[in-house]
C-alpha cells in the first residue's frame, strides 16, 4: 500500500487542492469522492477517494468514511480509518464497531490509532459519571478563517472540559436523536448547547477577542441564559496571527471555565 500511495500523490495533491474551493464547491467534491469510494471497482480509486476525503477538512466526510471501513479491499479499509483520524470530525462509534470486527491486523491497528486521535481531538464522552453533555457551536465574526477561528475556540473550550469527568462534549457526527439516546441512556446527565461568536478588536497595540455565549438547553434548545468573556494581549502588531491564535484558545478557555463555575444555575 505504502509504495502505491507514493505514486498517488500527484493525484492526492490535485484533489486536496480541487476541495479548497468554495463551501458549495467543496461539499460537491465530497459527494464525488464519497460516490468514488462507494461505486468504483477499482481498489486503487476507493483507496485514493478515502485519503482524499481525509484531506477535505469536511464533517460531510465522516459518513462516506464510516461506510468505506466496510469495503471488502484491507487497503481501502485502512485508508478510511486513517482518513478518519485526519479528518477528526466524528467517526468515532464506527471506528469502535469495526476495531471489534476486523481481521486484518495491519488495519486494526490503524482503526485503533484513529480512535485515539478522534478521541483527543473531541473530548471526553458521555458515560455513568457525566453530570452535563455539551454540544458546541462556534460562529466567527473575525477577519480570521472560519476554520482558525473554530480550531482554536473549541481547542480552548475542550482543554477544559477534558480536564473533568462530569463533562461530556457531544460529537460533530451526533445528531439530536443521538442526543436524546444518549440522555435517556444517561439520565443523570443534562445536555446544553453553547453557542459562541467570536469578534476580534485591535486598538491601540491591545488585541482583544471577545467570545460571546448563548446556554441553550439540549436537545431542546430552549434559552437558558448567555454571557460573554474578552481577553486581550498588550504591544502586539497587528496581523499577528500566532497571537491571534492564542486569543482565541484563551477565550474558549476562559468561557468553558466560566460556563463550567456556573454550569448548576443554568440547570435551573
Wanted: glycine fraction near 6%.
Amino acid at each position: 500500500m505504502a509504495a502505491w500511495l507514493t505514486r498517488a500523490l500527484p493525484a492526492l495533491v490535485c484533489l486536496g487542492w480541487l476541495l479548497m474551493a468554495t463551501p458549495a464547491q467543496a461539499n460537491e467534491k465530497v459527494d464525488a469522492l464519497a460516490k468514488q469510494l462507494k461505486s468504483s471497482e477499482d481498489f486503487r480509486v476507493r483507496t485514493q477517494a478515502a485519503l482524499a476525503l481525509g484531506a477535505s477538512k469536511s464533517h460531510l466526510a465522516v459518513k462516506p468514511l464510516c461506510g468505506g471501513l466496510a469495503d471488502t479491499n484491507a487497503s481501502v479499509r485502512a485508508a478510511a480509518a486513517a482518513a478518519l483520524g485526519k479528518l477528526r470530525k466524528g467517526g468515532l462509534r464506527c471506528l469502535k464497531a469495526r476495531e471489534s470486527r476486523e481481521k486484518t491486523a495491519s488495519v486494526k491497528k490503524q482503526v485503533k490509532a484513529s480512535a485515539k486521535r478522534i478521541e483527543k481531538a473531541l473530548g471526553p464522552v458521555v458515560g455513568p459519571k457525566t453530570a452535563y453533555y455539551v454540544a458546541i457551536e462556534i460562529s466567527n465574526g473575525t477577519d480570521a478563517s472560519n476554520t482558525v477561528v473554530e480550531t482554536q475556540v473549541k481547542n480552548g473550550l475542550l482543554k477544559v472540559f477534558k480536564k473533568h469527568d462530569d463533562f461530556a462534549v457531544a460529537s460533530p457526527e451526533d445528531t439530536i436523536d443521538d442526543a436524546k439516546k444518549l440522555l435517556a441512556e444517561f439520565s443523570q446527565a443534562s445536555g446544553f448547547l453553547l453557542q459562541s461568536k467570536a469578534t476580534l478588536t485591535h486598538v491601540g497595540g491591545v488585541m482583544k477577542v471577545k467570545l460571546a455565549v448563548s446556554v441553550f438547553d439540549y436537545p431542546n434548545r430552549a434559552l437558558k441564559g448567555s454571557y460573554s468573556v474578552t481577553v486581550g494581549f498588550p504591544d502586539i502588531e497587528v496581523g499577528d496571527q500566532a497571537a491571534r491564535k492564542e486569543l482565541l484558545a484563551e477565550a474558549g478557555r476562559s468561557a468553558a471555565e466560566k460556563f463550567r463555575d456556573n454550569a448548576a444555575q443554568f440547570n435551573k
